[in-house]
């Protein structure tokens, strides 16, 4: 009796073991990628019995991942792709080996981290896809009574390897349809040098660039702080008539307004009490090429009329002269801010406004070309270790992975700033590769911070450090803008934002 019932569960095996091999055999008949991870992560959750799955391949190098969730509500599904970024699945990418736990909440190697404790995460079997450099990995997760055993973990090994092949010929048949780069045809026919990324959103903003670039007129770019706006202004000079001329920068927020008219105009002999010969501007330095006035929006009054001066007639006084002289520049102005509202808040001259954006162009946040953010980590690695002479360093898959998932709220700028950083830190330690703990230092410093999110504690940092040198200057709004390197209305907006107020604390 005992032997008929071995013998029926041999069969039984057997059979199940059939049938998983029929459906793996059916997966690699597909050929859409998306499918694939589906009905692979279907598979991968009906033979262990997971509660929740998640399964995730990726290109070379990590630029660009393809995922597919099971058990995850639409609106949890990017916040479970950031916290497993970040988490147990960039550890079982890194390494290369099946992570198994009874319980991610109470493990020593997971407890510490919040998201873990926040969505209260119990069994894990997380198995990367492929040997040797993983292609991806597989994430599933079931209750604590359930858990995972032997078996479970024997069958996801092995079906993980075995989708490899099939995941890498389905990578290279999307890679193909994806290879017309929308930056490509541009890239061609214009001098872009430096310009990082191959999204969409990147490739308007070239496409409107190459547009205005041949053409002689003046060019407003708007956008967040640190999306690259001069970097877009050099494209549009370097790609237009002026190209052997100068280009000439000069940021309207970083001088008191004392100082800014002489800084853009130049000042002739005896014109204030420092001007003992003739000094000449920015416009004088730019003449044949261009002038790129950053943060447009910070410039006082005075400073507006005699630049709407300048791009009507083509003439300007010097500080103390008697006689306009005419200048040949072309002026590309950007703002973070809103022109439109300054110009009803009678901050800005709308006549100005409107000889400033004959053809404006929008630079396009980081969140909203978040395929590029990976290569430009990259880059800015191999550029940090070239200025300070480090070793050759490269970024780690877990790196690259947490940098997709968090949030840049300082754009690109905070961007190469967090890499060249953590660049250093990883020299600094005798490292070969860039880890994730180097880019996000303080990752995991107390229970309180764990338990924040990214929003939560960039909006805590932001507040702490404007109320702190606020306090400093005596509330002296035009001084913290300054020693902070912000539009005095980026910072009055902060201000009312964080609802800060003299004496609060």
């Given at each position: 009796?005992?032997?008929?019932?071995?013998?029926?569960a041999?069969?039984?095996?057997?059979?199940?073991?059939?049938?998983?091999?029929?459906?793996?055999?059916?997966?690699?008949?597909?050929?859409?990628?998306?499918?694939?991870?589906?009905e692979?992560l279907?598979?991968l959750?009906?033979?262990?019995?997971a509660?929740?799955?998640?399964?995730?391949?990726?290109?070379?190098?990590?630029?660009?991942?393809?995922?597919?969730?099971?058990g995850?509500?639409d609106?949890?599904?990017?916040?479970?792709?950031?916290?497993?970024?970040?988490?147990?699945?960039?550890?079982?990418?890194?390494?290369?080996?099946?992570?198994?736990?009874?319980?991610?909440?109470?493990?020593?190697?997971?407890?510490?981290r919040?998201?873990?404790?926040?969505?209260?995460?119990?069994a894990?079997?997380?198995?990367?896809?492929?040997?040797?450099?993983?292609?991806?990995?597989?994430?599933?997760?079931?209750p604590t009574?359930?858990?995972?055993?032997?078996?479970?973990?024997?069958?996801?090994?092995?079906?993980?390897?075995?989708?490899?092949?099939?995941a890498?010929?389905?990578l290279?048949?999307?890679?193909?349809?994806?290879?017309?780069?929308?930056?490509?045809?541009?890239?061609?026919?214009l001098?872009?040098?430096?310009?990082?990324?191959r999204?969409?959103?990147?490739?308007?903003?070239?496409?409107?660039?190459?547009?205005?670039?041949?053409?002689?007129?003046?060019?407003?770019?708007?956008?967040?702080?640190?999306?690259g706006?001069?970097?877009?202004?050099?494209?549009?000079?370097?790609n237009?008539?002026?190209?052997?001329g100068p280009?000439?920068?000069?940021?309207?927020a970083?001088?008191?307004?004392?100082?800014?008219?002489?800084?853009?105009?130049?000042?002739?002999?005896?014109?204030?009490?420092?001007?003992?010969?003739e000094a000449?501007?920015?416009?004088?330095?730019?003449?044949?090429?261009?002038?790129?006035?950053?943060e447009?929006?910070?410039?006082?009054?005075?400073a507006?009329?005699k630049?709407?001066?300048?791009?009507?007639?083509?003439?300007?006084?010097?500080?103390?002269?008697?006689?306009?002289?005419?200048?040949?520049?072309r002026?590309?102005?950007?703002?973070?801010?809103?022109?439109?509202?300054?110009v009803?808040e009678?901050?800005?001259?709308?006549?100005?406004?409107?000889?400033?954006?004959?053809?404006?162009?929008?630079?396009p946040?980081?969140?909203?070309?978040?395929?590029?953010?990976?290569?430009?980590?990259?880059?800015?690695?191999?550029?940090?270790?070239?200025?300070?002479?480090?070793?050759?360093?490269?970024?780690?898959?877990?790196?690259?992975?947490a940098?997709?998932?968090?949030?840049?709220?300082?754009?690109v700028?905070q961007?190469?700033?967090?890499?060249?950083?953590?660049?250093?830190?990883?020299?600094?330690?005798?490292?070969?590769?860039?880890?994730?703990?180097?880019?996000?230092?303080?990752?995991?410093?107390?229970?309180?911070?764990?338990?924040?999110?990214?929003?939560?504690a960039?909006?805590?940092?932001q507040?702490d450090?404007?109320?702190?040198t606020?306090?400093?200057?005596?509330?002296?709004?035009?001084?913290?803008?300054?020693?902070?390197?912000?539009a005095?209305?980026?910072?009055?907006?902060?201000?009312?934002?964080?609802?800060l107020?003299?004496?609060?604390?």
């Amino acid at each position: 009796m005992c032997a008929e019932r071995e013998s029926d569960a041999e069969i039984q095996q057997l059979q199940h073991e059939r049938d998983l091999y029929l459906r793996l055999l059916t997966l690699g008949t597909r050929d859409d990628l998306g499918r694939f991870l589906e009905e692979a992560l279907e598979l991968l959750v009906d033979v262990t019995h997971a509660r929740h799955g998640y399964l995730e391949v990726r290109c070379e190098e990590g630029l660009e991942t393809w995922s597919a969730g099971r058990g995850y509500s639409d609106d949890d599904l990017a916040e479970v792709r950031s916290a497993i970024s970040r988490g147990i699945l960039a550890q079982a990418l890194a390494s290369g080996e099946t992570i198994v736990t009874e319980s991610a909440r109470l493990d020593p190697r997971f407890r510490d981290r919040g998201s873990v404790q926040a969505a209260r995460i119990e069994a894990v079997l997380c198995a990367p896809i492929g040997e040797g450099a993983s292609l991806g990995a597989v994430y599933l997760e079931a209750p604590t009574e359930v858990g995972f055993d032997k078996r479970d973990v024997d069958h996801v090994e092995l079906l993980a390897r075995h989708l490899a092949p099939a995941a890498e010929r389905l990578l290279a048949h999307t890679r193909a349809e994806r290879s017309s780069d929308p930056t490509r045809p541009l890239r061609e026919r214009l001098r872009i040098q430096g310009v990082i990324g191959r999204s969409e959103a990147l490739a308007e903003a070239l496409r409107q660039a190459a547009l205005v670039a041949p053409l002689d007129v003046h060019v407003l770019l708007s956008g967040e702080s640190g999306t690259g706006k001069n970097q877009l202004a050099r494209v549009i000079h370097d790609n237009g008539r002026r190209s052997s001329g100068p280009f000439v920068e000069l940021n309207c927020a970083a001088l008191p307004e004392e100082l800014l008219e002489n800084e853009l105009f130049g000042a002739m002999p005896g014109a204030h009490s420092t001007a003992r010969r003739e000094a000449p501007g920015k416009v004088q330095s730019a003449e044949g090429g261009t002038l790129f006035l950053d943060e447009v929006g910070e410039l006082p009054p005075g400073a507006q009329a005699k630049l709407l001066q300048l791009l009507q007639s083509g003439q300007y006084y010097p500080l103390g002269a008697a006689q306009p002289r005419q200048s040949d520049v072309r002026v590309i102005a950007a703002t973070n801010t809103d022109l439109d509202e300054a110009v009803r808040e009678r901050r800005f001259r709308q006549d100005l406004l409107y000889r400033l954006q004959v053809l404006p162009i929008r630079m396009p946040s980081l969140s909203e070309r978040s395929e590029d953010v990976p290569e430009l980590a990259i880059y800015f690695c191999g550029v940090a270790c070239g200025r300070h002479d480090l070793p050759r360093l490269e970024l780690s898959v877990g790196a690259l992975h947490a940098i997709r998932a968090a949030e840049w709220p300082g754009n690109v700028r905070q961007l190469a700033h967090a890499v060249e950083a953590a660049s250093i830190r990883a020299a600094g330690e005798g490292a070969r590769r860039v880890e994730q703990r180097h880019v996000f230092p303080h990752d995991g410093s107390s229970p309180e911070e764990e338990s924040m999110s990214y929003q939560e504690a960039t909006r805590r940092f932001q507040r702490d450090l404007i109320r702190r040198t606020l306090e400093e200057t005596g509330w002296n709004v035009a001084e913290t803008a300054r020693s902070l390197d912000l539009a005095r209305s980026h910072v009055y907006n902060l201000v009312k934002a964080f609802g800060l107020a003299r004496g609060d604390r």
